[in-house]
């Protein structure tokens, strides 16, 4: 029996899925362009999570850390990093294999970031997708799915998903984890069901614990307890009920693991609780349902088409299994909502919508379930399904990573413009900035329009290096950018007009036209804050056009940036600069709003 499940192809894919991700990480990120990939495993979200290990261990600095407006946050009684714990935890042990290595090595920094810690985090996240993977394979195989259903079930979530982006390429990131612990507590609860033991019930509680203090709204998952276990829900829950004992000490277990963050905020500011998401927050009021599935920035079913077939599951098993298919549908109404409801409902910079990872091995036990009872040809289409998903994704990864894709501001033209291209005039076309606006649960109020044709003088725009055209956007002169004319066209306003303490939103518009084709290729729009004494608080450059535009035609650019609170005296400036000169290019009728956040 035993060699039989280590010969059965369900086992064989979980191991081939860890190797591929295991290449995918050395090849993609520890060597990447130039050798020096691995120094993009501690970035972004990663190192506010990366931040607790160096703080703690490294520079005994935990409660007074250098301010970071990203993720340290000061209060008045010590520094705190606005993330909860759990991704920290378990790095921890990678960090510190990492980190023995690295002493050992005379050459190499001391400060957490050598080579060997951060591609030990990245070994890290093959073990857990390992224990992830094997979790839901036991899952699936208990609730009597066939075995190449698993298979398939297991291959297309490996390499058909942005599970293998976060595996492989992001692993600092907290969706590896998630997928680890929510696997491993679905696996505990169904071993509950048939046996009350301490071992599943302190398994089953260590990982609930271990979600929570990765992401505390995945506490949710115990809406999935029913899914797991169907009919059997109340009857299992009543002989635990009869246990009182393996109940309040699994109980405890949880709470012992989730209170490992109110002790870090004790040390950190000497409040046993705090709340680091100052200026972030839900819009319970506004979610944004259909970007969040259907948009072409980040939206599900567009860039993981496998979840439609995973939707399907949880419609078409109400024929079979009406409790499960009950409380998934209700599972990816809570779920879903809670995303969409985050003010950034695109979580930022990333490939395809990241924050589902952690929900896959919920959702797709009653896919598993629909295609244990499909037949040929219906069970032929949906393996064919999959090995499309799977092209897609790998083909849409290898553009993320080769400059096809925008990192954040994907729209609908962009996705057009780039949609499986592969060649050298698709490659790092893309620009645009195109944001959310800051956390605004009680609306913004608009603190400063203005429009300049550039004719006249205006209060807050310099016009730059202006010359007369016939056929001007508006008006006879225009802004000139050529080889020798580096700035023009500038926005500069300070807080003797602009608010202090209220996050902005700038919306920026302006009339385009390039000399020749892709002459703005390398422009650049830049925003920037400095404060009175002259030092930069802010600085965001991004690449001026959102596709390439069309010689010889004014094309209208918008711009949507949030700005953190400015400070009494600072200064904020939007410009467009023609980096190194490279590029030649006209400007007309440029336009400001403004708005500031209203307290809250």
């Given amino acids: 029996m035993t060699s039989h499940r280590f010969r059965s192809s369900s086992y064989i894919v979980v191991w081939a899925l860890v190797l591929f991700t295991a290449a995918v990480t050395v090849r993609g990120l520890w060597h990447g362009t130039d050798g020096n990939g691995w120094k993009e495993t501690i970035r972004s979200d990663a190192r506010g999570y990366y931040g607790y290990l160096q703080a703690t261990f490294l520079r005994h600095d935990l409660g007074h850390e250098a301010f970071n407006h990203t993720y340290v946050k000061y209060t008045p009684t010590g520094t705190l990093n606005k993330y909860f714990c759990g991704t920290s935890l378990m790095m921890m042990p990678w960090f510190g294999i990492g980190h023995a290595l690295a002493i050992q090595d005379p050459d190499a920094v001391q400060d957490g970031t050598s080579s060997y810690e951060q591609k030990a985090i990245g070994v890290g996240a093959w073990l857990y997708l390992l224990l992830g993977l094997l979790a839901l394979r036991a899952l699936l195989l208990g609730l009597g799915v066939r075995e190449p259903v698993v298979a398939w079930t297991l291959v297309a979530l490996g ?69 797991v276990l169907g009919r059997d829900t109340w009857a299992v829950l009543g002989r635990l009920i009869q246990r009182p004992k393996v109940l ?22 000497g409040n046993w609780v705090e709340y680091g998401y100052q200026g972030e927050g839900f819009h319970w009021d506004r979610p944004e349902v259909i970007k969040v599935l259907f948009g072409f920035r980040r939206g599900l079913f567009l860039w993981t088409p496998l979840m439609l077939l995973v939707a399907l599951g949880a419609i078409l098993v109400w024929r079979i299994d009406r409790m499960r298919s009950a409380w998934t549908i209700g599972y990816w109404v809570v779920s879903t909502y809670i995303i969409s409801s985050w003010w950034i409902w695109y979580y930022g910079g990333g490939y395809a919508s990241r924050v589902h990872i952690d929900h896959y091995p919920v959702l797709v036990i009653p896919m598993a379930l629909m295609l ?157 804050v400095r404060h009175a004494d002259g030092t930069q608080y802010l600085y965001e450059p991004f690449r001026l056009n959102p596709v390439p535009g069309i010689p010889g035609v004014w094309q ?30 006209l400007i007309d009728a440029v336009f400001m709003r403004i708005s500031a956040v209203r307290p809250y």
């Fill in 159 to 227: 390499i058909g998903t942005p599970l293998l982006q976060y595996a492989a390429m992001q692993p600092g990131w907290s969706h590896i984890f998630s997928f680890c612990v929510v696997s491993g507590f679905l696996w505990a609860v169904q071993r509950l069901g048939r046996n009350i033991t301490w071992g599943a019930a302190l398994l089953a509680a260590l990982c609930l614990g271990l979600v929570v203090l990765i992401r505390p709204v995945n506490a949710m998952i115990l809406l999935a307890v029913p899914i």
């Fill in 248 to 269: 309040f000490g699994s109980a405890l277990v949880c709470l012992l693991v989730v209170g490992i963050q109110p002790l870090l905020w004790y040390v950190q500011t």
């Fill in 372 to 528: 244990h009872r499909w037949k040929n040809p219906w069970w032929f289409l949906a393996r064919m399904f999959m090995v499309c998903c799977i092209a897609l994704n790998l083909a849409q990864l290898w553009q993320y990573h080769h400059g096809f894709l925008h990192a954040e501001s994907m729209d609908r033209e962009k996705y057009s413009y780039s949609f499986l291209r592969f060649d050298e005039a698709h490659r790092d076309r893309l620009g645009g900035n195109y944001q959310e606006a800051p956390y605004n649960p009680n609306g913004m109020d608009v603190v400063l329009t203005e429009s300049c044709d550039l004719d006249s003088p205006c209060l807050f725009w310099n016009s730059g290096v202006l010359r007369e055209l016939e056929g001007a956007y508006s008006g006879p002169k225009v802004c000139v950018y050529a080889p020798g004319i580096e700035f023009g066209t500038t926005f500069y306003a300070t807080t003797d007009t602009l608010p202090t303490g209220r996050a902005l939103y700038l919306e920026v518009g302006l009339q385009r036209m390039d000399v020749f084709p892709e002459s703005s290729r390398y422009a650049l729009g830049v925003t920037e």
């Fill in 556 to 585: 209208q650019l918008e711009f949507r940036i949030p700005v953190p609170p400015l400070e009494v005296g600072d200064a904020l400036t939007f410009y467009l600069w023609n980096k190194d000169g490279r590029s030649s290019f």
